[in-house]
């Protein structure tokens, strides 16, 4: 993904991009393999680049640390699976200008699938679910909408202030996705966090441009500046409502909701 024509199910098992023949399942475990063979391929000695070998090591490294914080539990899993997601939209979203409709919308549905497992599935107090943030198909739904809604009203102004493009639809979705993953709450941190970042790293990249006189690209991706955002929220969230807000308003905050 994105690529036209091929998906994780066409063709059915990984391949050489260069030869086109099907690797076996020893030359595609992650890391080992590609240490292994060096990073190229064992028919035509084709170079694999070594971002691979690196995004399988973020992959890995968060899954572990995310483990070691909330041990086998639900939780767990959840995160797992966002962090997940998230890595895939970022990268995709870098290269190509496009955030997967398969990672948006199967993410959508695993979201809701995990809050009615949450609140459906487990005892209440249960510590399969402590430290999940959204625990209510409701509260996912609230989640989806709001930040589905929101970046697609930001687009809409845009277009009419801009004379052009100002948000993609793959950003809409995937905001949208993350909000059944965090709730309304976070969602809104994490929009805040996306657009503080995402101003820094573009300042930044147009400074360097004119440094080295290139001329600077006027579209920057969204998506990774929203996945980091949406990462760092699943964790720092509440702190930064209860830096951002007075005691009393989230005191009522939480008697109406608090993402569960």
């Not at 064992?42 to 973020?58: D, K, N, Q």
């Not at 990672?103 to 549905?109: F, V």
């Not at 909408?145 to 930001?154: P, R, T």
């Not at 687009?155 to 709730?183: C, I, P, S, W």
Request: proline letters at 5%; charged letters at 10%.
């Amino acid at each position: 993904m994105p690529l036209y024509g091929r998906s994780p199910w066409k063709p059915t098992f990984s391949f050489c991009f260069n030869c086109g023949s099907t690797l076996a399942w020893h030359d595609n475990l992650p890391l080992v393999s590609y240490l292994r063979l060096m990073g190229r391929c064992r028919r035509c000695g084709a170079v694999y680049s070594s971002r691979y070998f690196w995004i399988e090591a973020l992959c890995a490294a968060l899954f572990l640390l995310l483990f070691l914080h909330y041990g086998p539990s639900l939780t767990f899993l959840v995160t797992a699976v966002f962090a997940a997601l998230l890595i895939v939209a970022t990268f995709t979203d870098l290269d190509e200008y496009i955030i997967p409709d398969e990672i948006a919308y199967a993410g959508l549905i695993l979201g809701f699938l995990f809050s009615g497992v949450a609140h459906w599935g487990v005892a209440p107090g249960s510590p399969l679910t402590g430290g999940l943030i959204v625990g209510h198909p409701l509260s996912a739904l609230g989640g989806a909408l709001l930040g589905g809604g929101f970046l697609y009203l930001i687009g809409v102004a845009g277009r009419y202030v801009f004379r052009k493009e100002a948000m993609g639809m793959g950003d809409v979705k995937l905001l949208g996705m993350m909000g059944t993953f965090l709730g309304p709450a976070n969602v809104v941190v994490t929009v805040f966090l996306a657009s503080c970042i995402g101003a820094v790293f573009g300042l930044s990249q147009k400074a360097m441009a004119a440094i080295r006189h290139r001329k600077s690209y006027a579209y920057i991706p969204f998506g990774p500046y929203l996945a980091l955002a949406g990462f760092l929220t699943y964790f720092f969230g509440r702190m930064i409502l209860e830096r951002l807000f007075p005691p009393e308003a989230l005191d009522l905050l939480r008697e109406v909701y608090w993402g569960r």
